[in-house]
């Protein structure tokens, strides 16, 4: 082949690449514009989004120095998802965080936190008090707590709820749960919030089936003259067992059973882009509601620029993407990219201040951030 051909050629091929890849990171970027249940495969793209960014980014150095001008793919695409980027990663270098709260302020703890680790609390239970000490270290003042175990009848229960409340100086609950799914005789399995303002009214909601990721809670607390409706939820998870865990970890595919291996966790993948479609439809409709400011935190087991992310959060300030940085990540596991969990908040509610704190007590990480009510 001459050589003049094959340059041809070689700088057509990379183009093509380059441009393949500035679409799938489009797609990935805007899938919230789309319905999951019939395009529920643009949540694998989202998922990507961060790497396919990285690709175009190298292709920017690539073009340095075969072909300056065909930058403008990478640059252009870039410059479309402006938005969508700085919701994957702000674009701040470092972000700072004051553990001393302001009286004025409002502080908002979100955390799954893994059932408080209640089956290792005979041999470890050290790990339960060393939890408590965190969030008593941080005083939020509104917390939003998933996947929370706790009994509120038998005092002599390990997470007795009343006694948590003392623990933490905490005012008053919401504990939601469905009684099919109790952990054991004297523990449910559901969401908690808990707050240091009185709580006015108290509210579950929940849809068929029933299950854990179909109900939600919210409740309207003041302070002061002013009442904020504070939504706790849980979107649905994906189940991965550890056997799907540790293929992520290595992927092969080299026979059958690693093929079938793939299918799962994509099957997977896929129940959970369609549920949390209907859930973040159900949620953002009594978010739109509320007659108060409202705060949102929980476990979105989705990233940003996913449908349930841009629907749950339309028209509010993502705290992550107004005072964080980097990646921020929540999910110890799997990926660095994994910002699943977050805080929202009504645009009257102003961002002071945000941070994930990256203590392995549970397999998320707590978030926190800092509002204060700009009437």
Aim: net charge positive; with cysteine.
């Amino acid at each position: 082949m001459p050589k003049s051909l094959f340059r041809r050629f070689t700088k057509k091929f990379f183009i093509i690449i380059n441009l393949i890849i500035a679409v799938l990171f489009l797609l990935g970027c805007y899938s919230n514009w789309f319905n999951p249940t019939s395009f529920w495969f643009l949540g694998l793209l989202t998922l990507g989004a961060f790497y396919l960014l990285l690709l175009l980014l190298g292709f920017i150095l690539f073009w340095l120095f075969i072909k300056p001008s065909w930058c403008i793919i990478s640059l252009a695409t870039m410059l479309l998802a402006y938005k969508p980027i700085t919701q994957i990663i702000p674009l701040r270098l470092s972000s700072s965080f004051v553990k001393t709260k302001q009286p004025n302020n409002i502080r908002v703890m979100s955390w799954n936190v893994e059932h408080f680790d209640i089956l290792e609390y005979k041999t470890h239970p050290e790990k339960k008090q060393q939890m408590l000490d965190l969030i008593n270290e941080y005083e939020p003042d509104i917390a939003f707590f998933q996947e929370m175990v706790g009994g509120i009848k038998n005092e002599q229960a390990i997470n007795y709820i009343p006694k948590m409340v003392n623990q933490l100086n905490f005012e008053d609950y919401h504990y939601s749960f469905n009684d099919k799914l109790d952990f054991d005789a004297n523990h449910h399995f559901g969401i908690i919030l808990f707050s240091k303002y009185p709580i006015i009214k108290k509210q579950i909601v929940q849809f068929f089936p029933n299950d854990y990721n179909s109900i939600f809670q919210y409740a309207d607390v003041v302070k002061d003259a002013d009442t904020f409706r504070v939504f706790n939820i849980h979107l649905q998870s994906l189940k991965f067992s550890n056997s799907n865990l540790q293929y992520i970890e290595k992927p092969t595919v080299k026979d059958e059973i690693d093929l079938q291996k793939t299918k799962n966790i994509i099957s997977k993948l896929k129940t959970g882009f369609i549920k949390r479609k209907v859930q973040a439809d159900r949620i953002a409709e009594e978010i739109a509601k509320s007659p108060y400011p409202v705060i949102i935190g929980g476990d979105f087991n989705d990233l940003a620029n996913s449908y349930a992310y841009n629907t749950i959060g339309k028209n509010l300030s993502n705290s992550f993407a107004e005072k964080g940085s980097g990646l921020g990540r929540t999910f110890s596991g799997i990926s660095p990219t994994l910002r699943i969990d977050n805080i929202f908040a009504s645009k009257q509610l102003q961002v002071l201040q945000y941070t994930c704190l990256k203590k392995k007590l549970s397999d998320h990480y707590p978030i926190i951030a800092d509002f204060k009510f700009e009437k």
